[in-house]
């Protein structure tokens, strides 16, 4: 059994993740989670105590989210019935970040999906800010971002973002392990490098280590020379290797801090094309 949170406001961005998600793991077991979390627009602290139109804002934004996520899972069932799969509603007045990382713990999650923006985000973002928000803050689980256009194909190129400066560890590297066999895919292993010189001793380790964990599924290694070009260079990577996802680490990889800091657009095209997956890291 999978315990999948995705949180959603409703928007085409959120209903693509959700059609990704249920198609990904259409053969398997798995409790979706949906989490809408609301604010009424004119919210604060000081406005809740014993302000009359601030509790009927509450209630009407209650009674909007409890509605949204009815019709979101009788929309589910209509489109995409599935014996294998419950779905439960998880509608708060609260902070999105907050209730997230609640969840994670409270919910045994094995993977957070988001669709990559929301309901009037901005255009010329890679993603949007609750995105970018659950990728900073929250570390202890798997994220799935989805590209709000990208619809699902089957997973036969994936390929997975190997920095120069961490240790990764082969339990961090079951979800990818898992979609691999799954799909029978090929991982295409990226290696970073500063230099044309030869492989340091912890790209080595970590070539390793990545190929103990694949070790039953076919795998390659590629390298890429860093440069101010860098996402340039990934994104000519994927489509010459027609990869359908591009797994990284959610720290200690320079690629994903950028993306955090949403420092990488115009650049960064196949991060807007092609899903992104997070994968945590023990020293998070």
């Given at each position: ?139 202890s ?31 961090e ?5 898992e ?8 991982v ?5 490098q ?15 280590t990545i ?11 590629h ?38 800091l ?23």
């Amino acid at each position: 059994m999978k315990n999948i949170l995705i949180p959603t406001d409703f928007s085409l961005a959120a209903w693509n993740a959700t059609e990704f998600a249920l198609r990904l793991f259409a053969d398997t077991k798995c409790t979706f989670y949906f989490l809408n979390a609301y604010t009424p627009e004119i919210y604060s602290n000081r406005l809740m105590a014993g302000n009359t139109l601030t509790a009927t804002k509450s209630c009407s934004a209650k009674k909007a989210s409890e509605k949204g996520l009815a019709m979101l899972i009788d929309r589910i069932h209509k489109n995409y019935d599935n014996d294998l799969h419950n779905f439960k509603k998880i509608p708060t007045f609260s902070l999105l970040i907050e209730e997230v990382k609640e969840a994670v713990g409270k919910y045994s999650l094995d993977l957070i999906v988001m669709g990559s923006k929301g309901t009037g985000e901005d255009e010329t973002r890679v993603m949007g800010r609750n995105t970018f928000r659950v990728l900073e803050h929250v570390h202890s689980c798997p994220v799935l971002v989805i590209p709000k256009d990208f619809k699902f194909k089957r997973l036969t190129n994936v390929a997975l973002v190997s920095g120069e400066n961490y240790f990764y560890k082969e339990a961090e590297l079951y979800p990818l392990v898992e979609i691999s066999k799954i799909f029978k895919s090929n991982v295409h292993i990226i290696n970073i490098q500063k230099s044309a010189d030869r492989l340091h001793s912890l790209q080595k380790l970590n070539l390793n280590t990545i190929g103990k964990a694949l070790d039953q599924i076919p795998h390659y290694s590629h390298h890429i020379i860093q440069q101010d070009s860098l996402p340039c260079r990934l994104g000519e990577f994927v489509d010459q290797y027609d990869c359908q996802i591009v797994v990284v680490f959610s720290s200690n990889n320079e690629f994903m801090k950028n993306l955090r800091l949403n420092t990488v657009v115009d650049q960064s095209v196949f991060c807007v094309d092609v899903p992104i997956l997070s994968l945590t890291s023990n020293e998070n």
